[in-house]
């Protein structure tokens, strides 16, 4: 069962709001991932964990705060967004992204659409 | 620098013509993956298929097939016979352990009926 949940499927806010993206995996997968996709480009990796720790920051703003509390769920909290943060946010999953082994397929999720007024 | 071409920006096509989309990739590395994925305006990223750089064999999974050409550095993927459901953004993908996994810009293909 190759599937990755995520929720809100929406989400709405303004500037001065905190919220949080869920995502969830039950493959036994040790790395997940957060991606941002704008309308009509490829997917932009912001954070990778590898085994519950932070292996990858792509220079992403501190408004974006990543937290994985257990290898089943990533969350990703967000705080005094800007509008052009509003696109698609994706979660993905791997088997393992040790040396050697970062090439697993990656599964993503639905993603979350959030729009930031 | 790894990079992943995709030419065509959108193909339009009649239901149950057949249509190739088109990948070229560039990396120094000698071992590598290349995936693509489906995405349906739903928005989730569908995993299709995945190759690695020693395995040259062309795959077919019912009405898609893939044509991987080292010589080339290409990896283009055929829908036979497409069907209305087909209509997606379609992303090629490179992957080497040196690196992340690399998107081409994505080809829109609208099937209509």
């Known amino acids: 069962d190759t599937e990755v949940t995520q929720t809100p499927k929406h989400l709405v806010m303004g500037m001065t709001n905190k919220k949080s993206l869920k995502c969830e995996q039950h493959?036994?997968?040790?790395?997940m991932y957060w991606y941002k996709q704008k309308a009509k480009k490829p997917p932009e990796l912001m954070f990778v964990?590898?085994?519950?720790?932070?292996?990858i920051n792509e220079s992403v703003p501190s408004r974006f705060s990543p937290e994985c509390p257990n290898s089943s769920l990533l969350n990703l909290h967000l705080h005094a967004l800007q509008p052009e943060d509003s696109a698609l946010y994706l979660c993905?999953?791997?088997?393992?992204?040790?040396?050697?082994?970062?090439?697993?397929?990656?599964?993503f999720g639905p993603g979350t659409r959030l729009t930031v007024l | 620098a790894q990079k992943v071409t995709q030419a065509q920006t959108e193909i339009s096509v009649v239901e149950k013509e057949d249509v190739t989309l088109d990948c070229v990739y560039e990396?120094?590395?000698?071992?590598?993956?290349l995936f693509w994925y489906k995405q349906p305006p739903s928005g989730e990223l569908v995993f299709l298929i995945r190759?690695?750089?020693?395995?040259?064999q062309n795959e077919i999974s019912g009405r898609y097939s893939w044509n991987f050409q080292k010589s080339t550095s290409s990896f283009n993927f055929t829908i036979t016979a497409s069907q209305v459901v087909d209509s997606a953004v379609y992303f090629c993908?490179?992957?080497?352990?040196?690196?992340?996994?690399?998107f081409g810009t994505g080809t829109r293909l609208q099937v209509f009926p």
């Open positions: 190759r690695n750089s020693f395995d040259e």
């Open positions: 964990y590898s085994y519950e720790k932070l292996s």
């Open positions: 993908a490179l992957h080497s352990d040196t690196d992340k996994l690399i």
């Open positions: 990396t120094r590395d000698t071992t590598y993956y």
């Open positions: 493959m036994g997968h040790r790395a």
């Open positions: 993905a999953s791997s088997q393992d992204r040790r040396v050697g082994i970062r090439t697993d397929t990656q599964y």
